[in-house]
């Protein structure tokens, strides 16, 4: 069992910045998938959308159109932490903002939620215009 723990979240205002983390309890390695997905307001979270995601072997990252650009994931292999820069930010990116991670490796970055087995608990980010 793999525990993720996020932090960073916040109430900030459109064009403003912000930096999420995520801490796994258990060391990551090989093609495992950590990936960061945002739920909006009154959401299910089926809904939960992939926001971006990194190949912890080779730190290979993918993101979603709406935060290329403007988001950056990165890792500390030291720490078990992945990281989610937020530049840029507006109204569109408030959400709850969770970490998740595959239990099995995979030789691309998946993008459906239903490929990840451990969630973190979430945290709110908001942004006001």
């Known amino acids: 069992q793999v525990q993720l723990v996020e932090s960073g979240g916040g109430s900030v205002q459109t064009g403003d910045s912000l930096r999420l983390s995520c801490v796994a309890s258990?060391?990551?390695?090989?093609?495992?998938?950590m990936a960061w997905f945002r739920q909006a307001p009154g959401k299910d979270r089926r809904d939960r959308e992939f926001?971006?995601?990194?190949?912890?072997?080779?730190?290979?990252?993918a993101y979603d159109d709406s935060v290329m650009g403007r988001f950056t994931i990165s890792k500390d292999d030291a720490k078990d932490t992945v990281y989610l820069q937020m530049d840029r930010l507006n109204p569109e990116d408030t959400a709850v903002y969770y970490c998740?991670?595959?239990?099995?490796?995979?030789?691309?970055?998946?993008?459906?939620?239903?490929?990840?087995?451990?969630w973190g608990q979430g945290t709110q980010v908001t942004v006001s215009s």
């Open positions: 998740g991670r595959t239990m099995v490796s995979y030789s691309k970055i998946v993008t459906s939620r239903t490929f990840y087995n451990y």
């Open positions: 926001v971006a995601g990194l190949r912890w072997s080779d730190g290979e990252e």
């Open positions: 258990r060391r990551t390695s090989g093609n495992f998938i």
